[in-house]
Nanobody
Framework: QVQLVESGGGLVQPGGSLRLSCAASGNSFSSYAMGWYRQAPGKQRERVATITSGGFTNYVDSVKGRFTISRDNAKNTLYLQMNSQKPEDTAVYYC????????WGQGTQVTVSS
């Protein structure tokens, strides 16, 4: 089973940027569509960005134009570049194989605050 480890979170001021990374184990990463998800306190986890094995991307409306999902299959790594961050982006961010309901990692905390 592919295991995932997220990193890159932290505290950022409104308008700032962060880049999250998701390191995947195994040798089948390139064949999977992947997603970035987030869960804010007291809210359900939501999917914010997806990327297919061929590189096609999709975003939830609230992050369109601000977030960019990408992947480096040679490094078995998924990325999420987050720009123009807002306080409502504060959440724990997770990556996972698209539509997989198990195998969640620890996530990485992103806090947007002045």
């Amino acid at each position: 089973q592919v295991q995932l480890v997220e990193s890159g979170g932290g505290l950022v001021q409104p308008g700032g940027s962060l880049r999250l990374s998701c390191a995947a184990s195994g040798n089948s990463f390139s064949s999977y569509a992947m997603g970035w998800y987030r869960q804010a306190p007291g809210k359900q986890r939501e999917r914010v960005a997806t990327i297919t094995s061929g590189g096609f991307t999709n975003y939830v409306d609230s992050v369109k134009g601000r977030f960019t999902i990408s992947r480096d299959n040679a490094k078995n790594t998924l990325y999420l570049q987050m720009n123009s961050q807002k306080p409502e982006d504060t959440a724990v961010y997770y990556c996972n194989i698209l539509y997989r309901t198990s195998g969640w990692g620890q996530g990485t905390q992103v806090t947007v605050s002045s």
